[in-house]
């Protein structure tokens, strides 16, 4: 539908261009007018804006792979000990990663990998490792993070996992007394430490490393732009780690590409039990059951007040609503001392609930808490409330989260969303789908900076996507050639896409799937899926679903496995009329293709091997005639012929 409502038609080969608009929730895309250039300028002026950014981006990267890092010498007996002594089983995704930063740390380009993975699904562990392996190669390991509490709370992880082995662990943050900081840097200095863990105090000009080999940054989205360039100018020699449990969406992984490498850890460690997520109005008897419901079966319970100002009397409410429970309090604006005794004294026990702020948010874990109210969950992000419902849940208990908040029909569409959002999703690993969800509530703004969150609007997110890739595409084929020679090399990807014009009948016929939205998906997984084996598990789905598989159908695999070799051959367009197929070759004269070797391989192949097939020049256009083809099949046996040849001359 165009504007003044004129209808263009897709033919069917064409489906997978079309992609949803993903702006905004509720925002209406702009609609232009049919056979007007405006999409076109839009999109170039998006391309050439997105440019400038992905050029920053490039650079990053083309800086970081052209300095020569510490290249970590392969696992000894140490690390193999220290793996053997994780008192659980490393689930799938947690030893891939584990094997993934490994790898980089063991080739000579500084690593710069980012791990994401839900809350509780043992990111931690990962770092752990990472680090140690940097001290059997004698060097030092800095953990960043983003809060007072979690830095000791890593601090106590790490000298627990590691008291083992010849590592010192030690930490900075405003727990410590200057004097104590200064010996603790002073030791840095000397090499005394191994591991040292600490809040952005560690990014200061005091903060001198002997020799840094692996630093870690936990919940790097916490940190404000300055200290992310403070980072980025240790980044660039030194092996980089960064954790977040706040993923993105896995589109977004190849722009970052400019930047990192990804892992995503999904699997959940065995026996967690998803948490029960509860959305309710402040009732002080519910809010009683539930915290008496924790602590008789030997729980505890932490109650998120993010006012610091009413802490102490949200405090005395409860007291008076448990009065034989003792209940404390914390928040970030107590003395160091104070504080740190607080949780302590919570993590031993003697407080069966603490009132606190959200200082719990990131990376807090005490197994005995199980139950997790937050008062007021309205004034809180989506990505906060995944994070402090994932401080509970810890053990092989049954968890539960309340969410207090005025009647949903009072509060404003978006904080509304957001609440239902986390109820719908409780299940273990929804970290993913939460981020998703995000993204549509609010928008997919700024991605790699402030510049282009007015384009997003305006063509949606999927196109976005397509054009920021062509742009990064581009770029490492023009500014960036030398850097990307292998990578160019490995993918000669002249074409980006093959439409295929035929007389034949390929499609999923009415009467075989009748929903046009099932339709419509599965001609868009078919189009995305990248290799044989994915084809093939789509077919035999197919199959299953909806009975024996007609000829159309049957037509329209063997059209998608065409497209594929087409665009690996270099070919435009094919035309299959009349028993004759025509293979456009690119429309550019000047293009390198004709300079490459799968050009030289085809014009050999029409001397040598086959006589049903010539080229033809109609105009500016090239093309290859092919006679005497009767259906999808002989195309298909063809072209792989014509590829099998290339392949072989390379």
């Not at 900081?181 to 002997?210: N, P, S």
């Not at 009349?578 to 293979?583: P, S």
Request: glycine fraction near 6%; charge should be negative; charged fraction near 30%.
């Amino acid at each position: 539908m165009y504007k003044d409502s004129d209808i263009l038609y897709v033919n069917i080969s064409s489906l997978h261009k079309i992609a949803k608009y993903s702006g905004k929730e509720g925002a209406v895309p702009k609609v232009n007018k049919l056979g007007s250039d405006v999409w076109n300028r839009l999109k170039e002026k998006t391309k050439s804006k997105v440019k400038e950014i992905a050029f920053d981006l490039i650079k990053l990267y083309a800086t970081r792979k052209a300095q020569q890092g510490f290249a970590h010498a392969p696992d000894n007996y140490l690390q193999t000990e220290l793996e053997a002594s994780f008192i659980y089983e490393d689930t799938p995704d947690q030893s891939k990663a584990t094997a993934d930063v490994k790898k980089d740390m063991e080739s000579s380009s500084p690593m710069d990998r980012l791990v994401c993975g839900d809350v509780g699904f043992g990111k931690t562990e990962v770092a752990i490792r990472a680090a140690f392996k940097t001290c059997v190669d004698g060097k030092q390991a800095a953990v960043l993070v983003p809060t007072t509490i979690l830095a000791f709370q890593h601090y106590k992880t790490f000298k627990e996992r590691l008291k083992d082995f010849p590592v010192t662990v030690d930490y900075l943050n405003r727990f410590k007394s200057a004097k104590q900081k200064k010996e603790t840097l002073q030791k840095l200095a000397e090499g005394k430490i191994d591991i040292i863990i600490g809040t952005h105090g560690l990014l200061g000009k005091e903060t001198v490393f002997k020799d840094l080999g692996l630093l870690v940054v936990d919940e790097e989205q916490k940190f404000g732009v300055a200290h992310k360039e403070k980072i980025k100018t240790l980044r660039s020699t030194v092996d980089c780690l960064t954790l977040t449990a706040t993923p993105i969406p896995r589109t977004l992984q190849f722009s970052l590409m400019g930047a990192r490498d990804l892992s995503i850890i999904n699997t959940p460690p065995p026996n967690r039990q998803p948490i029960q997520t509860e959305v309710m109005v402040y009732n002080e008897d519910q809010i009683r059951d539930a915290i008496y419901f924790e602590t008789e079966r030997g729980g505890q319970v932490f109650f998120i007040y993010n006012r610091i100002a009413g802490l102490a009397e949200m405090a005395s409410i409860l007291k008076g609503l448990c009065p034989d429970l003792s209940i404390g309090y914390a928040h970030g604006q107590m003395e160091g001392h104070e504080l740190e005794e607080r949780i302590l004294d919570f993590i031993d026990r003697r407080y069966d609930v603490l009132v606190c702020t959200n200082i719990v948010e990131s990376g807090v874990d005490i197994p005995s808490v199980n139950t997790i109210i937050v008062n007021n969950a309205h004034q809180f992000g989506l990505s906060d409330l995944h994070q402090l419902r994932g401080r509970v849940g810890r053990s092989n208990k049954k968890a539960f989260c309340y969410l207090l908040a005025p009647p949903l029909s009072t509060l404003p569409n978006d904080s509304r969303k957001r609440l239902q959002t986390l109820e719908q999703h409780s299940d273990l690993g929804s970290g993913f789908q939460i981020a998703m969800r995000d993204l549509d509530i609010r928008g997919a703004g700024n991605l790699l900076g402030g510049e282009q969150s007015g384009f997003m609007a305006e063509i949606g997110f999927e196109m976005y996507q397509k054009i920021l890739n062509e742009a990064i595409r581009e770029l490492k084929r023009s500014d960036f050639k030398e850097l990307f020679k292998e990578e160019i090399a490995k993918q000669d990807d002249f074409v980006q896409d093959c439409t295929i014009d035929t007389d034949l009948e390929i499609l999923i016929p009415d009467d075989y799937v009748s929903s046009i939205t099932e339709r419509l998906s599965l001609y868009q997984r078919l189009d995305s899926c990248e290799t044989e084996e994915e084809l093939v598990e789509i077919h035999h789905e197919i199959a299953d679903r909806f009975g024996p598989i007609p000829k159309p159908v049957e037509d329209l695999f063997v059209t998608v496995r065409c497209r594929k070799l087409a665009i690996e051959l270099g070919f435009e367009k094919m035309s299959l009329k009349d028993q004759t197929l025509r293979c456009f070759f690119i429309n550019r004269p000047d293009s390198p293709y004709f300079e490459s070797t799968t050009f030289h391989s085809i014009l050999s192949y029409l001397q040598t091997e086959t006589r049903q097939a010539h080229l033809k020049q109609t105009g500016r256009l090239f093309l290859l005639v092919v006679n005497e083809v009767n259906g999808m099949e002989t195309v298909h046996r063809f072209l792989s012929s014509l590829n099998n040849w290339v392949q072989k001359k390379r």
